[in-house]
């Protein structure tokens, strides 16, 4: 199981920026996929993008531009850059990761603990 350690949360006025990390665990290998999902005050837990071994990213479309998901893959590390931000951004943002495990054949999902956001003036 990936353990994963999250940093950099906390509180910024809004129009301003923030950097999110998370670091797993893993060693001796590439984690297939790390992202980021938030939770909002009162909301479901929603997906902000992804990462796979190879780099390739998505976001999902109403966060693109002000959003950035990136990794360092030799770490297993991954980092959200979030720019402009509006009170409508404060969440508690969780990292994720989804890996494919050859010796169960099967994919095992690890998630952070949860790092909180808060957008005001």
């Known amino acids: 199981q990936v353990q994963l350690v999250e940093s950099g949360g906390g509180l910024v006025q809004p129009g301003g920026s923030l950097r999110l990390s998370c670091a797993g665990s893993a060693s001796g290998f590439s984690i297939n996929y790390m992202g980021w999902y938030r939770q909002p005050p009162g909301q479901e837990r929603e997906l902000v993008g992804t990462v796979t071994s190879g780099g390739s990213t998505k976001h999902v479309n109403s966060l693109k531009g002000r959003f950035t998901i990136s990794r360092d893959g030799n770490k297993n590390t991954v980092y959200i850059e979030k720019n402009s931000l509006k009170p409508d951004d404060t969440a508690v943002y969780f990292c994720?990761?989804?890996?494919?495990?050859?010796?169960?054949?099967?994919?095992?999902?690890?998630w952070g603990q949860g790092t909180q956001v808060t957008v005001s003036s």
């Open positions: 994720y990761t989804s890996n494919f495990s050859s010796t169960f054949n099967t994919w095992q999902d690890n």
